[in-house]
């Protein structure tokens, strides 16, 4: 752990001082503006950004795992180019990860309690994978203590709580059916606390990322919505920002895998792609520091792996409704055509009754002119 | 020997096996009618944003008031110029137009869209829109159906003065009559005023589209539509005069109802004049299609021709008379549906006919009326006569 | 006095009282109120992404018109607002998007007809609809020249639908849906006169752009939503109208007959006198001019 700055260098020095770490300034910058963007910071922000991550005191992280498949960690330790692994290892102080660490043991879980002790009410406890809560939550243990005992302990002296993953968030595939363990998110387990969600399987990194730096350069949190998610990446659905979605308006489906619609890109809604009721930034972020790396891209209809109500629950090609469409990519013409009103059926009785009262009106005139006339009295005064 | 006896009730059964048909046939309307006021217009009706107005303004409302136009072309021959002699018909006109008018009152309750707001439209004097024809075309027929009641209830009601077989009566015609006779001339006033307001305005509503015929559109759509109004009442007097009399054996005053057809000859002659020479004026003629063209022509063809008919000493004859009125009628029913329907052009491949729900709406309102009308004269004093049957 | 005369002599006073009222209200066109805000929509602009077709549709919460996409042909109870292409059958490449809505007339037909004020103009000039006191009697759509307003057909409690310029957009401070999400400023919000300024700018800057007209400036008797086209109006779906106001073609008998009451009230009085005094002749008998005797009461 690097040691303290009790000055406010430039973001010159600062940099030199990272660069004296070993990091890489341009990568770091890279990385940064990244992350800014991505929350939705404008790039005069950047500098500050980085300063912050450069200088200030690293805010101490508690990374729990509970039933997960540590997915999201590897995502996040995947991406090379640049290696935000390191970036985020060095702007954080990560005081507790099971997969990273090196202890075990009473080692580590000494380390837990230190962390959570020393920085108590500031620290960040990021928590990856679902919290079994059937039977006491006996199906997850960790140094004796169950998932709920730990995860009601260490958040409840956070100072931020993000819930990384669809697991963590709302309980992902450990709660698909028949959920035998009771599987639930955090935001279910830690009622009343604000917990920022980061539904995905996995995550997008750079959503954490983003999260995390705005949190340690200005220590606010980024705009949630009603299930805790930051709307800087989960406020569209993929549908709207789908490359794709020409194809979609134009009406133009691939029908079947490998079929001619298919092999041209076409639209993957009628092959089940959850596109138009998942919210996420998938299309625009990609995955694998790889462009063009995500489900849709690759060819493969969007699972919807961060919605609660579709994520392991819908059949992976069952069609969603949309629920906002939007017009085709068709016009209509200046005169519009109408199918015709005119029933035979209607047509047929109007002519009957027509036809029957001219016929009684012509039987009564004629019957009525064999009368014999009567003639008009003499005009009166 | 007289032949103007006097108006008495027709008597006999009500509930003859034609009576019970007809309450069938508006049983049946009715329950049609509470599909459309639960389901909207759109199921029932054939009526669109392309045709907003169907059968059940053009026949029930413009066409069933003129039918219905009967007591007041009556009353302006009687009460205006004094032609007493006409006075033995009365009665039965005011009837029909009393009930007329009903139905219509009653079928713009079926056609509007928001009915429950009816109510406001002769209390919301602040919002009345002075520009309005066609609110002025509701004031006046809901005006004209309560004095058209009144015209009627009047005279009935004092044939029952000192009545000993209808105690109740002879006791509501003490309390009302004197009153109601005292106001009557003043009624009868506002019976000529009303109509003659309407009727014509019923010709100015279609002055606002821009979507009607130039064979149809015109300044003169007001006159027009009140001239071939008042044909159409005299000759519906012809008809119902003619109908009512024979099918409950009352004597018929033939002679009566031949001098009433130079009358209605003359006004008929009249409407042709200008009919056609305002559309030769506008030179509507020149770009017409060859099927406006026609249906212009059969309409000027049906006012003309039984005009010529009821002017001529055939007139006379109880078979032409009948023929004649109710070829002016038919006239004047098709000028009402090629103003409002036939000859108004939406555009944009727009139909409409109307639906059979729509139909059995309107036979319902129409069984409606006439089952009323012979419960009427049947039961009141309303037809004059002398009665060729023991009366029951 | 004989009756033909006294007759003659009631509708002559009728006449003159009538003709000496009946002048000044009744308009062929009226100018616009001082605080007229409208629309001017530029064909030559437009580029057919409907973005305010869909802006239309989220701001007033409209139902689409289909479960897959949103396929809004014509204006009907559900679309306020809609973009529709003009190609030209014999060349393609000569084509135009065209966007239909309410055109907020000067002096609107269906303002005109409305029996109780349903259908009535608010600040700025805006046409609106008033469901408190509609019956559904249908004569606005019968009276629109552009055929605008919309029934809703297959509701038991039916409302007139149409463009109502986002007045509650437009007292927030906004503008309305349409013109905000226009990306190309294809339509624009602003008060009239400054709108007409405007695309008469745009005309003389390009002659052999533009159709030599701007639209709605006469168009019954002139309009608040103005319309510039590179191809002839009519091919786009605008009806070629002239100068004369809708109302004008019935208000001119209305107000010629009606105006003030004068003309009724003065034949009430002379029809009432002649019954009276026709009456009176034939009173004693019963019931007015007949010489029946009562011969049995029933």
Not at chain 1, 229 to 248: K, N, Q, W
Not at chain 2, 20 to 34: D, H, Q
Not at chain 2, 181 to 188: G, Q, T
Not at chain 3, 207 to 234: D, I, M, R
């Amino acid at each position: 752990m690097a040691s303290t700055s009790s000055f406010d260098p430039s973001p010159i020095e600062a940099l030199q001082a990272l660069e004296q770490r070993g990091l890489d300034r341009r990568a770091f910058m890279k990385v940064v503006s990244a992350a800014a963007a991505a929350v939705g910071l404008p790039a005069s922000l950047v500098p500050q950004m980085a300063q912050a991550a450069a200088v200030k005191k690293r805010p101490s992280v508690v990374w729990l795992h509970f039933q997960e498949c540590t997915g999201c960690t590897e995502s996040l330790l995947r991406p090379a180019n640049p290696d935000i692994a390191n970036v985020i290892l060095d702007v954080i102080s990560l005081d507790y990860h099971e997969t990273l660490f090196a202890a075990a043991g009473y080692q580590i879980e000494k380390a837990l309690k230190t962390a959570v002790e020393e920085n108590a009410g500031k620290f960040v406890c990021i928590i990856e994978g679902a919290i079994p809560t059937k039977d006491n939550g006996i199906y997850c243990k960790i140094g004796g203590k169950t998932a709920v005992e730990i995860v009601n302990e260490v958040a409840g002296k956070a100072g931020a709580i993000i819930a990384l993953g669809s697991c963590a968030s709302f309980g992902g595939i450990p709660a698909a059916s028949p959920d035998p363990t009771g599987a639930k998110g955090a935001p279910a387990v830690l009622a009343g606390k604000t917990v920022v969600t980061l539904p995905g399987c996995p995550t997008n990194p750079y959503n954490l990322l983003g999260v995390v730096l705005q949190f340690i350069a200005f220590g606010t949190l980024p705009a949630l919505d009603s299930k805790g998610r930051p709307l800087f990446a989960y406020g569209r659905v993929i549908h709207e920002d789908c490359p794709r979605r020409p194809h979609f308006d134009a009406g133009r489906f691939a029908l079947a895998f490998g079929d001619e619609g298919h092999r041209k890109g076409y639209c993957l809604y009628k092959l089940g792609c959850k596109g138009p009721s998942t919210h996420a930034n998938c299309s625009l972020l990609h995955f694998g520091d790889v462009a063009g790396a995500w489900p849709i891209g690759i060819g493969h209809p969007c699972v919807g792996c961060t919605e609660q109500a579709i994520a392991f629950r819908v059949p992976l090609h069952d069609t969603v409704g949309i629920d906002r469409p939007t017009p085709p990519d068709q016009y209509p013409p200046i005169a519009t055509d109408h199918e015709s009103r005119v029933s035979p059926l209607a047509t047929g009785i109007a002519g009957v009754a027509v036809g029957a009262v001219i016929g009684a009106v012509a039987i009564g005139a004629s019957r009525l002119s064999k009368e014999p006339l009567k003639d008009e009295p003499k005009k009166e005064g | 020997m007289s032949a103007h006896a006097q108006p008495s009730p027709v008597g006999g059964k009500l509930l003859t096996p034609g009576y019970l048909l007809l309450l069938a046939v508006a049983a049946v309307g009715a329950g049609f009618s509470l599909w459309r006021f639960t389901k909207g217009l759109g199921p029932t009706t054939s009526m669109s944003d392309g045709y907003p107005w169907g059968i059940w303004i053009a026949f029930d409302v413009v066409t069933g008031t003129a039918l219905g136009a009967g007591g007041y072309a009556l009353a302006i021959l009687v009460y205006v110029l004094n032609q007493g002699r006409y006075h033995p018909l009365i009665r039965g006109a005011l009837v029909t137009t009393a009930l007329g008018y009903t139905i219509a009152s009653l079928s713009i309750v079926l056609d509007v869209g928001r009915w429950w707001q009816l109510w406001k439209l002769p209390f919301f004097v602040s919002h009345w829109n002075g520009n309005s024809a066609l609110l002025e075309v509701a004031l006046c027929v809901m005006s004209y159906t309560a004095v058209a009641w009144l015209e009627i209830a009047t005279p009935v009601l004092g044939d029952y003065k000192g009545s000993k077989r209808n105690p109740k009566l002879a006791a509501l015609a003490e309390k009302l009559h004197p009153a109601l006779k005292k106001a009557l001339p003043f009624v009868i006033a506002l019976g000529v005023l009303l109509p003659t307001m309407h009727q014509s305005s019923l010709g100015t509503l279609m002055m606002l589209t821009a979507r009607l015929h130039p064979l149809w559109h015109s300044q003169l759509l007001p006159l027009l539509f009140l001239i071939s109004c008042i044909g159409m009442g005299y000759g519906g007097i012809i008809l119902e005069s003619t109908l009512s009399h024979r099918a409950f054996r009352r004597s018929v005053d033939s002679p009566l109802l031949s001098r009433l057809s130079k009358v209605v000859a003359g006004v008929m002659l009249g409407y042709v004049v200008l009919r056609l020479g305002d559309v030769v004026t506008r030179g509507a003629l020149a770009n017409a299609s060859p099927g406006y063209v026609f249906l212009f022509g059969v309409e000027l063809f049906l006012f003309a021709v039984p005009a010529f008919f009821l002017w001529s000493d055939l007139r006379k004859n109880a078979g032409v008379q009948f023929g004649a009125a109710f070829a002016l009628v038919i006239a004047g029913a098709l000028y009402r549906f090629d103003t409002y329907l036939v000859a108004y052009e939406p555009g944009n491949n727009w139909s409409y006919f109307p639906s059979v729900p729509e139909l059995i709406m309107t036979f319902g309102l129409v069984a409606t009326e006439l089952a009323v009308y012979i419960f009427l004269i049947k039961r009141f004093p309303i037809l004059g006569g002398r009665s060729s049957e023991p009366v029951t | 006095m004989e009756r033909r005369e006294f007759l003659k002599g009631l509708l002559g006073t009728g006449a003159v009282a009538t003709a000496t009222t009946a002048e000044a209200s009744v308009q062929r066109h009226r100018e616009p109120a001082a605080d007229a805000i409208g629309m001017l929509y530029d064909a030559t602009l437009c580029i057919g992404c409907k973005a305010c077709v869909v802006a239309c549709r989220e701001v007033n919460h409209l139902e689409p018109e289909g479960t897959l996409h949103d396929r809004q042909t014509e204006l009907n109870c559900n679309t306020k607002n809609v973009i529709k292409l003009y190609k030209d059958e014999a060349d393609p490449s000569v084509f135009s998007f065209m966007k239909q809505q309410c055109m907020h007339c000067i002096d609107p037909g269906c303002v005109s007809a409305c029996m109780i004020g349903a259908m009535h103009k608010e600040k700025g000039g805006l046409v609106a609809w008033d469901g408190d006191l509609c019956v559904g009697c249908r004569y606005c759509q019968v009276a629109c020249p552009f055929q605008v307003p919309k029934f809703e057909w297959f509701q038991a409690s039916p409302k007139i639908v149409k463009c109502e310029l986002c007045k509650e957009r437009l007292a927030d401070g906004k503008q309305p849906g349409c013109t905000e999400v226009c990306p190309r400023k294809a339509v624009i919000f602003g008060k009239l006169d400054e709108l007409k300024t405007e695309a008469h700018r745009r005309i003389a800057e390009q002659p052999n752009l533009y159709q030599p007209k701007v639209y709605g400036e006469e168009e019954a008797g002139g309009t608040q939503v103005l319309y510039l086209s590179h191809v002839p109006f009519e091919k786009l779906g605008l009806p070629t109208l002239d100068g004369t106001s809708i109302p004008y073609r019935s208000e001119s008998v209305q107000h010629g007959v009606y105006q003030g009451m004068v003309t009724p009230v003065v034949l009430y009085a002379g029809l009432a006198a002649v019954v009276v005094k026709n009456w009176r002749k034939g009173e004693g008998e019963g019931e007015g001019p007949s010489d029946e005797k009562k011969e049995h009461t029933p």
